[in-house]
């Protein structure tokens, strides 16, 4: 197993235009969180799944923001009409429950730059 | 709401020396677990120690230590034996029992030789 992934690493975009960055989780992990770093702060949760099912969303997530887990396994973050707010890492972490805390394992993070 | 508070921007170390980084949180919340996740540069995070409220030990992993006062809701972090691949940015984190995780604004820690 290779960890998490997140494609794309990077991501320039004009404001007004829409993005999408996907996540890959460790196989077999049925939750999936997605955060948000700007810089010079820690991450902020955005919102998390438990297998296709969103159970939590954070009031960060603006109805600009859309995350969606079709089938349980990856999942996909789009922003509409990108603003220079937006610029941020977007980082995804995946666990698997254990029945105690379950260890988030992060991805690299994709970074966006919006102009 | 619980908030976590990092108050060294910054701290330097020298090879082999130990030095400790600051942690502070709040919450109303009895049960929690607390996190000091490793950030090196341009690459992803890592775990490097937890501890459970409910637990009255500090936690250990290797060359890394907790304080652990709940009563003073306070958490920090002992490198012993500093080497030069623990630089990194060091985030403190919360968490309830709704498993999100809530940082701290980050702890940038370089280790010279």
């Known amino acids: 197993d290779t960890g998490v992934s997140q494609d794309p690493r990077h991501k320039i975009t004009k404001r007004g235009q829409n993005v999408t960055f996907r996540c890959d989780p460790i196989?077999?992990?049925?939750?999936l969180y997605w955060y948000r770093q700007t810089l010079g702060q820690g991450p902020e949760f955005l919102t998390y799944?438990?297998?296709?099912?969103?159970?939590?969303k954070s009031r960060l997530l603006s109805d600009r923001f859309s995350a969606e887990r079709p089938k349980g396994s990856f999942s996909t973050l789009e922003i509409q009409r990108t603003e220079q707010g937006d610029s941020a890492m977007y980082l995804c972490?995946?666990?698997?429950?254990?029945?105690?805390?379950?260890?988030?394992?992060f991805g690299p993070g994709t970074r966006l730059t919006v102009t | 709401a619980q908030t976590v508070t990092q108050s060294q921007p910054e701290m330097s170390v020298q090879e082999a020396e130990t030095v400790t980084l600051s942690c502070t949180y709040d919450?109303?919340?009895?049960?929690?677990?607390l996190f000091w996740y490793k950030q090196p540069p341009s690459r992803q995070m890592i775990l490097v120690i937890r501890?459970?409220?409910?637990?009255?030990q500090n936690a250990t992993e290797n060359r890394f230590s907790v304080n652990f006062q709940k009563a003073a809701k306070s958490f920090s972090l002992k490198i012993s034996d500093s080497q030069l691949g623990d630089t990194a940015m060091y985030f403190c984190?919360?968490?309830?029992?709704?498993?999100?995780?809530?940082f701290g604004t980050g702890t940038r820690l370089q280790v010279f030789p």
């Open positions: 972490a995946s666990s698997f429950p254990t029945g105690e805390f379950d260890e988030q394992y």
């Open positions: 196989s077999e992990h049925n939750r």
């Open positions: 799944f438990q297998n296709e099912a969103q159970l939590e």
């Open positions: 919450t109303s919340e009895n049960n929690y677990y």
């Open positions: 501890q459970e409220a409910y637990k009255q």
């Open positions: 984190a919360f968490s309830d029992n709704t498993d999100k995780l809530i």
